[in-house]
Structures are given as C-alpha cells and as structure tokens.
C-alpha cells in the first residue's frame, strides 16, 4: 500500500516536452535550433495529473466483500493526511467508492466500487451490451431527444471506376480521378577505396490520386436529369 502513489512531481502526461526532448536526444547537432521557447503558450499538448493509481483500483477490487471501513483503515494507516501524497490518497479512495448503492449506475460519479447496505465493499458489474442499448432508450425518451436525421446517399451516376457524375443538392457535378506515380529515391554515403561518395538509392514509388470537381453545363444537366429519372422509375 505505501507505493500506491507514486510521491513524484505534477508532470506532463504527453506534449511538448516529452516528444521535443526525445527529438534533441537523436538529432543531429547541426539541425538543433538556436532559440527554444518556454512560454506555456507556445507549447503544445496541455499538462494533466501523473498520479499512478491503478494499485489503488486494484487493492479495493482485491478487498471486495469485506467491511468498507476496514478496507479504509489500512488505506488511512499507510496515507498520512498531512502530506500531499496522503491526502490524495485518501481522496481518490474515497472517490473511487460510493458510500451508498442508490448511485450505482450513475453517469456522474467515478466507481465503480460502492458500500453495500451491510457495509461491505462491492464492484459494480459492468454492464452487457443489451443494457446499455436499453438505458440509452430510457434517456433518450425521458429528454426527448430526437434521433438524428440519416443522411442519403447523393445520386450518382458511374461512367467509370474514375469518372462519375454526383447530383448535389439538384444541381449535377463531373468527378474526375487522376492518379500520379513519383519517382522516390534517397541519397547516402557510401566509402570505396578510402574516398567518400554520394550515391543515390531507389525506393519504391510514390502513387497519389487526386479528384477533381465541376459543374456541369444545362445541357449535360438536363441530359443528366433525364437518365436519373429514368434510373429512378426502373
């Protein structure tokens, strides 16, 4: 229980600093900037709590069924209360456990531990797939929630697998698919007979494709307009 929490400075989880320093680490010194920025502003990601309290979920999932206020008593004889380490201890233990099974189950608390009515820790059973589904129709009736808008599909009109016609909000538009291939290579150094070389290497080729959009003419729209009518009836 003492290496519950970890006694270690408020840190960054992920950001700037972490990803900005393995970068230092194994760059070259030729390419490292000359000036590096410490304003907050200017970094990015944001900084969040480093507390490592896994064990903690772990020591009350390991102590279900016994008496909630034993369980705390040992938590309390290893967390002093006048240190910072302490006294979060004590308060994600105590955030951790509802003191009651009236909120079981509900979506603004932390758990999923609670006390049971003789006192004893309990673990919420996670929920079943169907449970959800079911709680999910209970609010969104009780709320009156809408369920949203399904969205179709645009008419289309295939000429082929990279020219097609797409029907927008009633007006026709021609789509055209172009695909590229680039040549890809790198260059390296090579050593013969003690003298340094620049060679360049192949590497497999680069393959892009870009889409293009226009509008259509009113002739091809009433072209256009006519086959998709037809379409639509058959």
């Not at 200017?42 to 896994?54: F, L, P, V």
Request: hydrophobic share 30%; aromatic share 10%; charged share 35%.
């Amino acid at each position: 229980m003492k290496d519950l929490l970890v006694d270690t400075g408020r840190g960054h989880g992920y950001g700037k600093a972490d990803s900005r320093r393995f970068r230092f680490k194994h760059a070259d010194p030729n390419d490292l900037p000359r000036l590096i920025s410490t304003a907050r502003c200017r970094q990015e990601g944001h900084k969040n709590i480093n507390d490592r309290t896994n064990p903690l979920r772990k020591f009350l999932r390991a102590n279900c069924g016994r008496p909630w206020d034993d369980v705390y008593r040992e938590i309390c004889a290893v967390a002093d209360g006048r240190t910072i380490r302490g006294r979060r201890l004590r308060q994600c233990a105590l955030s951790y456990v509802v003191p009651n099974n009236y909120d079981v189950g509900h979506n603004r608390r932390y758990g999923p531990f609670f006390v049971d009515a003789d006192g004893t820790l309990q673990e919420e059973r996670e929920k079943t797939e169907a449970e959800r589904r079911a709680e999910a129709v209970y609010w969104r009736k009780r709320h009156k929630w809408k369920e949203p808008p399904r969205m179709r599909a645009n008419p289309r009109i295939a000429v082929d697998a990279d020219h097609w016609y797409e029907r927008i909000e009633g007006y026709w538009f021609a789509f055209e698919t172009k695909h590229y291939t680039c040549r890809n290579s790198r260059e390296d150094l090579v050593e013969e007979n003690g003298e340094v070389k620049i060679v360049r290497i192949a590497l497999p080729d680069i393959t892009m494709r870009v889409t293009s959009k226009k509008q259509v003419n009113g002739k091809t729209q009433k072209e256009l307009e006519k086959r998709y009518g037809q379409t639509k009836r058959n």
